[in-house]
C-alpha cells in the first residue's frame, strides 16, 4: 500500500530565506499532487506532476518530480508571510484513491 | 464557474445520532471523492463515486456510507455517530475517475459531542 512521507513536518523561515519540503512516497505512483491548505479553509491545487522529471513553477513555488527516486520537492524562493500555510503532498496510481502525507507546517516570520 | 460545494458547512451532533452531508461538485464533473480530516490522521480517503457507482472505498467501518445521484451530487452518511468522527469531511471533485485535478469544496466541520 501507498504511504506518502513529508518532511519537515514544520518549517519556521525567515522572509526572504529559500527552503525545500520533500515528500517521499513508497510504491509506484504515476501522479503527485501539492496542495495549500490555510487555517479553517479547504485544499487548494497548487501542482499537479504526472511525470519523470516534470517541473512546475508558481510564483515563488517550484514542484518537481523525481519517479525514481520516489520523491517530489516543493521549493520555496525568497519566502513571504503569505506563504504561510500547511502544504500537502499526495500521490496515487490513476484510478485509484489519492493517499496524502501529513502535511508541513509553515510559517514565514517578518 | 461556481466550485464544489458543501452543506451543512458546520454541524453539532451527539453520540449515537446519525448524520448526512451533502456534496455538489463543479458542473460537468462526474466524479466524488470524500475525505475525512483530523488532527491526529490527517487526511483520509473515505470513497468516490463516479457515475452513481462507488470505485474505491478507504479503510472505514461500514457505518460511513455513500451515494451519488444521477446529477453528480454526492451525499455521506455516517451512523451511530463516536466522539472520534468529529473532523472535517471534504469532498472532492474531478471530471473523470480518478481525474487527473481534484477540486476540494469548504468542508463540513462535525463535532460530535
Known amino acids: 500500500e501507498l504511504k506518502v512521507e513529508q518532511n519537515p513536518l514544520f518549517l519556521s523561515m525567515q522572509e526572504g530565506k529559500n527552503y525545500t519540503i520533500y515528500c517521499n512516497y513508497s510504491t509506484t505512483s504515476d501522479r503527485l499532487y501539492w496542495y495549500r491548505q490555510d487555517p479553517g479553509k479547504s485544499l487548494e491545487s497548487l501542482f499537479v506532476?504526472?511525470?519523470?522529471?516534470a517541473v512546475k513553477q508558481e510564483g515563488r513555488l517550484m514542484a518537481s518530480l523525481d519517479t525514481k527516486a520516489r520523491l517530489s520537492t516543493l521549493h520555496i524562493t525568497a519566502a513571504v508571510h503569505d506563504l504561510s500555510a500547511t502544504y500537502f503532498c499526495?500521490?496515487?496510481?490513476?484510478?485509484?484513491?489519492?493517499?496524502f502525507g501529513a502535511g508541513t507546517i509553515l510559517r514565514v516570520k517578518s | 464557474k461556481a466550485g464544489v460545494t458543501q452543506t451543512p458547512r458546520y454541524l453539532i451532533k451527539t453520540r449515537g445520532q446519525q448524520v448526512t452531508l451533502s456534496c455538489s461538485p463543479i458542473s460537468g464533473h462526474r466524479s466524488v471523492s470524500w475525505y475525512q480530516q483530523t488532527p491526529g490522521q490527517g487526511l483520509q480517503f473515505l470513497f468516490e463515486?463516479?457515475?452513481?457507482?462507488?470505485?474505491n472505498k478507504g479503510n472505514f467501518p461500514g457505518r460511513f456510507s455513500g451515494r451519488q445521484f444521477s446529477n453528480s451530487r454526492s451525499e455521506m452518511n455516517v451512523s451511530t455517530l463516536e466522539l472520534g468522527d468529529s473532523a472535517l469531511y471534504l469532498c472532492a471533485s474531478s471530471l473523470t475517475a480518478g481525474g487527473e485535478t481534484q477540486y476540494f469544496g469548504p468542508g463540513t466541520r462535525l463535532l460530535v459531542l
Open positions: 499526495a500521490g496515487g496510481r490513476r484510478g485509484n484513491k489519492l493517499v
Open positions: 506532476l504526472l511525470s519523470n522529471g
Open positions: 463515486y463516479f457515475s452513481e457507482t462507488q470505485r
